[in-house]
């Protein structure tokens, strides 16, 4: 089974995106705030992690830098997920080595489309 790490301050979303892929046959950890969510990462070392940007503490760009920093976390796909829609947000986090990047709201199967497409690839840093 694979497994997926969603880090979401959103405690809503958390469990709603928590619920949708366990039905869909994923395991699912889950961190509400981003170094938690990088303390998991480099614990459990899943197969895909999807993030939040707004976070308090440390935010979705600095979980990206902190596991791009390690060789242990550096190929697991990186996916943002956030309500930040801007162009140029876009274009930052791909630049810091996201996979992909989604606009909140989104709907589940794209979610579960995403999410199935890049665990079967893997982080284009891999390649």
């Known amino acids: 089974m694979k497994t997926i790490l969603l880090i979401e301050s959103n405690s809503n979303i958390l469990e709603n995106f928590t619920e949708y892929l366990e039905i869909e046959g994923y395991n699912i950890l889950t961190a509400d705030r981003g170094g938690r969510g990088v303390e998991m990462a480099r614990e459990f070392m899943p197969d895909l992690i999807i993030c939040e940007i707004?976070?308090?503490?440390?935010?979705?760009?600095?979980v990206l830098r902190l596991l791009l920093d390690s060789s242990?976390?550096?190929?697991?796909?990186?996916?943002?997920?956030t309500t930040k829609c801007e162009k140029t947000d876009r274009l930052v986090a791909l630049e810091l080595g996201a996979d992909d990047y989604m606009v909140k709201p989104?709907?589940?199967e794209l979610l579960y489309t995403k999410a199935k497409r890049w665990i079967s690839t893997g982080s284009k840093r891999h390649n």
Do not use: N, Q, R
């Open 54 to 62: 707004l976070m308090v503490g440390i935010d979705g760009y600095e």
């Open 72 to 81: 242990k976390t550096f190929a697991i796909p990186f996916i943002f997920c």
């Open 106 to 108: 989104i709907s589940m």
